[in-house]
């Protein structure tokens, strides 16, 4: 079955970077588009960003645009998010996404705090 596993969340102060993975199994990781997206208490979970299946075609929020960085190994089933010069308002728990035959799968989420 699908499964996918985020890591890499934690507390950090603004400005400071983290980088988040995830490590996917249970499907033919290089032939499907991958996803983070993320959920702050209170609002509806938001699409951060995506990555095509080979890396050709990225896509970005506009809210982290220029800050976050998606990008992904084929060799060892894991999609990355970098993100740098964080803040506050990047404050969610994200997740990891894909779509197969026009199902969702999810990832447990990772948690992301922005705070000084």
């Known amino acids: 079955q699908v499964q996918l596993v985020e890591s890499g969340g934690g507390l950090v102060q603004p400005g400071g970077s983290l980088r988040l993975s995830c490590t996917a199994s249970?499907?033919?990781?290089?032939?499907?588009?991958m996803s983070w997206y993320r959920q702050a208490p209170g609002k509806e979970r938001e699409l951060v960003a995506l990555i095509s299946s080979i890396s050709v075609f990225t896509k970005y929020a506009d809210s982290v645009k220029g800050r976050f960085t998606i990008s992904r190994d084929n060799a060892k089933n894991t999609v990355y998010l970098q993100m740098n010069s964080l803040k506050p308002e990047d404050t969610a728990r994200y997740y990891c996404?894909?779509?197969?035959?026009?199902?969702?799968?999810w990832g447990q989420g990772t948690q992301v705090t922005v705070s000084s």
């Open positions: 249970g499907f033919t990781f290089s032939s499907y588009a």
């Open positions: 996404n894909t779509q197969r035959n026009g199902n969702p799968y």
